[in-house]
């Protein structure tokens, strides 16, 4: 397994050593000795979700507030997204930059995304699942989000078609009213 730290202090691509022969592959697609030993980070996931979405689907920007925030464990298990993160620790270096990952089955590579942190996923391909493995349970009241299309990110989501956003994330503050609430 190897582990890369993205341009995001603490957010870690990490790219599974796979192995291939005719009956299929297998790989390791997490190793937490190795994952502490790598980066330092000691994480305990709690829960695992999978989402399945169309073509087009975009979801985000997400993450739980206070002391329901996640840290989380993304991969693809079949398909293709656009998957993005933004830095929302206003204590960093890297406070309010993001990171952005084209996550697919075919590469295996997963991203570690630190608690602070807003994450979302435009789908590319259709019929595409998501894992996400999260160190803290999911709390109702403690989601929040930021609009996709802030200006002051400035993301390129690549959207070449008309895309499929809920609702609720069609009403996500921008980043300044997010904070400006805080």
């Known amino acids: 397994m190897k582990v890369e730290e993205?341009?995001?202090?603490?957010?870690?691509?990490?790219?599974p050593k796979v192995f291939k022969d005719e009956r299929g592959y297998f790989y390791e697609s997490f190793n937490k000795k190795m994952f502490v030993n790598q980066t330092g980070v000691d994480v305990d996931?709690?829960?695992?979700?999978?989402?399945?979405?169309?073509?087009?689907?975009?979801?985000?920007?997400h993450f739980q507030i206070g002391e329901y925030a996640q840290a989380k464990l993304v991969k693809v298990l079949k398909g293709?997204?656009?998957?993005?993160?933004?830095?929302l620790r206003r204590d960093s270096e890297t406070f309010c930059d993001f990171f952005s990952i084209i996550l697919d089955a075919k590469r295996h590579q997963q991203l570690y995304i630190p608690r602070g942190f807003a994450h979302g996923f435009?789908?590319?391909?259709?019929?595409?699942?998501?894992?996400?493995?999260?160190d803290n349970y999911y709390n109702k009241e403690a989601e929040s989000g930021i609009y996709y299309r802030d200006e002051q990110l400035n993301i390129n989501w690549d959207i070449s078609r008309d895309i499929i956003l809920s609702d609720k994330d069609k009403k996500l503050p921008t980043l300044e009213m997010f904070f400006q609430t805080r």
Do not use: A, M
């Open 6 to 15: 993205t341009n995001l202090k603490g957010c870690y691509i990490i790219t």
């Open 45 to 61: 996931f709690v829960q695992d979700n999978i989402s399945k979405s169309s073509k087009g689907v975009l979801r985000g920007l």
């Open 80 to 87: 293709k997204v656009l998957d993005v993160v933004v830095d």
């Open 122 to 134: 435009h789908v590319l391909e259709d019929d595409t699942f998501f894992s996400y493995k999260c």
